[in-house]
């Protein structure tokens, strides 16, 4: 699945599932564009060298958009795939969420896509061929307690992924990627935030089927599928990567 001569822009890019995916279309020969608010993309760009960049941008900020567009197409010339995969998580319901904190996760895990996909299409629509892979949840299927604004983001993202793939079809393609727990440093933040981490960790892994949980480089290969050639005739649906999370019904075997 070589990417030779592709550009492609994961976003929330230098940790987690987005840095692996970096790492795997680096090695599948593409050019790269980490694109996060984290400084330290800039180290991570040079570890991997010249096919390489790192923009800093605000995802959830229109003019920071634009102005990452304009230095990728500078770099680069084109955009071939997007991965629109930076997001956060507060863990609250409806009456205890601030509407700050409602606000900054729709931002950022919805709006965020939103914009990334308006202004790089444009360079796809010219180059005739594109893809764009949405980064959702399995919580946009079936929902833990006290996630109430990124469970309504990450479902809302397969609303988007479906419009993308309908008005823009044949040329570009839109798919979601929907994964259950990965092992990132986003997950251990907020477990972290428990009064017993390690019994939490173990009960997400007891929770899938596989009974652990995906590394994030098994969400990066899957991700690198859906956005080659191989995957050509996949558009507008929602994959589960979920280890089989939230298909069993409890209850004692017979």
Same mark, same amino acid.
């Given at each position: ?146 996630? !109430? $604004?990124?469970? +309504?983001?990450? %479902?809302?993202? #397969?609303?988007?992924?479906?419009? *993308?793939? =309908? ?63 191989? !995957? $050509?005739?996949? +558009?507008?649906? %929602?994959?589960? #990567?979920?280890?089989?999370?939230? *298909?069993? =019904? ?5």
């Amino acid at each position: 699945m070589s990417f030779k001569n592709k550009t492609i822009v994961v976003t929330g890019a230098t940790r987690g599932i987005g840095r692996a995916c970096i790492e795997v279309f680096h090695r599948e020969s593409a050019n790269v564009v980490i694109l996060d608010i984290d400084e330290q993309g800039a180290a991570f760009a040079k570890e991997l060298g010249e096919r390489a960049l790192f923009v800093k941008a605000d995802v959830s900020s229109e003019q920071e958009v634009i102005g990452a567009v304009e230095i990728i197409k500078a770099r680069f010339g084109h955009i071939d795939v997007l991965v629109n995969n930076a997001a956060i998580q507060y863990f609250a319901t409806v009456t205890e969420s601030t509407v700050e904190e409602w606000d900054k996760t729709i931002s950022i895990n919805l709006r965020g896509g939103f914009l990334c996909a308006k202004y790089m299409i444009p360079s796809m629509q010219a180059k005739g061929k594109g893809v764009i892979i949405n980064m959702s949840s399995v919580q946009a299927f079936v929902t833990q307690h006290q996630v !109430a $604004s990124y469970a +309504t983001s990450k %479902a809302a993202q #397969i609303a988007l992924t479906r419009s *993308i793939a =309908i008005d823009y079809a044949p040329a570009i393609r839109c798919v979601a990627v929907c994964p259950g727990s990965v092992d990132t440093p986003l997950l251990k933040e907020l477990i972290s935030q428990s009064p017993d981490p390690e019994a939490v960790f173990k009960e997400c892994e007891e929770m899938h089927l596989m009974k652990r949980i995906a590394a994030p480089s098994e969400i990066a290969d899957f991700v690198s599928y859906l956005a080659s050639d191989k !995957a $050509s005739f996949i +558009t507008g649906q %929602a994959f589960r #990567i979920d280890g089989g999370l939230g *298909i069993t =019904i409890k209850g004692s075997k017979r």
